[in-house]
């Protein structure tokens, strides 16, 4: 069997980019930088982990290799086929699931969807540094966008709490080298 690809789906705050270092960090498991046209969170030193950063006039250099993609508040958010190719882990949302169900075939995907009551969501974006403008503009965005998700992934689960991380983390690793 060819190890799969693991998609992480989940609202804004939680806790994506967080499971996909603490995988790196202990499994050495590689993940997407997604590309995006965004600006860099500048009270967020991990933003610059979790994405590459273009501008908008860079988009064309890559528009034959798209297969999942998003805009969001403005800015373009892509992973390109050589990038999950060459990954084990990919953090999206419900349009970039779509699409990438639609456009590759490579190798099988299983998606996991980390399920975080709102109030903790907040709380993690709060810390993170986010305004609580753009912390109650991203809840009502979300609680629209990733209606019906659930029922597209292949796991939920629960990461409301450090030790539920943990937990997801070593189910991931588990698949992982179930499929090898």
Known sequence: MSKPLIVL???SGSGKSIIVQKLHRKYGYNDVKSYTT??????DPNDVLTHTFISIDDI???KDDIVADNWYNGCYYFATKQQLDQADLYVCDKPGLIKLYSNYFNRDIITIYLDV?????AKRMECRGDSNEAI???LQYDATAFKGIKELCDFVCDNSTQEKSMDIC??????IEYRR
Not at 117 to 121: A, D, G, K, Y
């Open 117 to 121: 009551p709102p109030e903790i969501v």
């Open 136 to 138: 109650i503009q991203r």
């Open 9 to 11: 789906i989940g609202t």
């Open 38 to 43: 965004r600006p860099i969170r500048v009270d």
């Open 60 to 62: 064309a250099e890559y």
């Open 170 to 175: 070593e189910f991931i690793h588990s698949i």
